[in-house]
């Protein structure tokens, strides 16, 4: 019989736990690019990823969406819905074939009942969301494009193993997934992201977004919060 151990917000669980808890969830395997969810489903389990990547996107207008992220291995969605009984307020799609363990939201509020240990490890992600999307909402409100792109990119980006001075976005996103994450027009991002390279502050390689210049990167963000 399956259980949590797998899941690393159920570490803290027992073995019995673990196991009578699984008891009651389903595991299934998706492939790349399935629907997992979509926005105003009325379900309200809890997805956790076993293995894969999902993407999170929101639908703003017709013919319009905002990509709210990526989630992989270890990671969960779906448990606004389990606490407060609402529709589903996002879409999930896969990125690559993946593993989802489905769990029924009365066992997820079984399990925050029953372990302090998990509803703070809930209360602790809610808390760096908030902060995440306040952030989001104040560089909406008042920079730039360019000055969100620029944001978006250092985000995206990790420490370049060949060089610590530098950081990659890899794999590379498209221009019209970056247009998609900072609610703009993909032409905008096209042309920032040229200007970028032209100036030497970034390399467009196969494998990803090489940022060769990150404090002039952060010196524009700061100009643009300066500005506004």
Not at 46 to 52: A, E, K, P, W
Not at 195 to 201: A, I, N, S
Request: with cysteine.
């Amino acid at each position: 019989m399956q259980d949590l151990s797998g899941i690393s917000l159920f570490h803290s669980l027992s073995p019995e736990q673990s196991t009578r808890f699984a008891s009651s969830c389903t595991w299934r395997d998706y492939g790349e690019h399935e629907l997992v969810i979509d926005i105003e489903d009325t379900s309200t389990d809890v997805r956790f990823i076993v293995t894969g990547a999902v993407r999170v996107i929101i639908r703003i207008a017709v013919g319009k969406e905002v990509i709210l992220g990526e989630m992989s291995e270890g990671s969960f969605f779906g448990e606004i819905s389990a606490i407060d009984n609402s529709p589903r307020s996002a879409n999930v799609t896969t990125l690559t074939r993946s593993r989802i363990c489905t769990m029924p939201a009365s066992v997820f509020r079984t399990i925050l009942s029953e372990s302090p240990e998990v509803a703070m490890e809930i209360m602790q992600l809610f808390a760096a969301r908030i902060r995440s999307l306040n952030m989001r909402l104040a560089e909406h409100s008042f920079l730039q494009a360019k000055h969100r792109l620029y944001s978006e990119l250092l985000r995206l980006s990790r420490v370049r193993s060949a060089n610590p001075d530098h950081r990659i976005v890899s794999p590379p996103p498209t221009q019209r997934e970056l247009a998609e994450r900072i609610g703009t027009r993909r032409e905008v991002v096209s042309r920032e992201l040229n200007q970028l390279e032209r100036d030497g502050h970034i390399e467009k390689a196969r494998g990803g977004i090489i940022i060769s210049n990150v404090a002039e990167l952060q010196h524009r963000i700061s100009e643009g919060w300066e500005g506004s």
